[in-house]
């Protein structure tokens, strides 16, 4: 049992590398689509690369772990300002504009 806890937390840390390297794609598809604010996009995408400097910070200095955990602050920030964006507004593309007729000559 000892072993298994000792894997899954390993395996936890890990994970957390995971969680960070979809979290900047995800964060730059926000930012190209244009479809939610631009300030979610950048939230993700530094949260991302906190959720990676974690995992190291907590492989190479585990005196820091306690520290480090305010690095997932603003993925988890982005995280949950992306659901509710999507629950309360959704994706709103903008409604398409008619072709320009062209004018007639008498």
């Known amino acids: 049992m ?3 806890y000792v894997v ?3 395996l936890w840390s890990a994970g957390g590398i995971f969680f960070g390297l979809w979290l900047i794609p995800m964060g730059w598809c926000v930012l190209r689509s244009g479809w939610m604010p631009r300030a979610l996009g950048w939230i993700l995408v530094g949260g991302g690369v906190g959720y990676v400097l974690d995992t190291f ?36 593309r903008p ?9 007639r000559q008498l």
């Open 2 to 4: 000892q072993l298994l």
């Open 8 to 10: 899954s937390g390993g």
């Open 57 to 92: 910070v907590g492989y190479l200095a585990p005196g820091l772990a306690a520290a480090a955990d305010v690095l997932v602050v603003p993925a988890t920030a982005g995280e949950l300002w992306m659901i509710g964006h999507l629950l309360v507004r959704g994706v709103r």
């Open 95 to 103: 409604a398409p504009q008619p072709a320009p007729q062209p004018a």
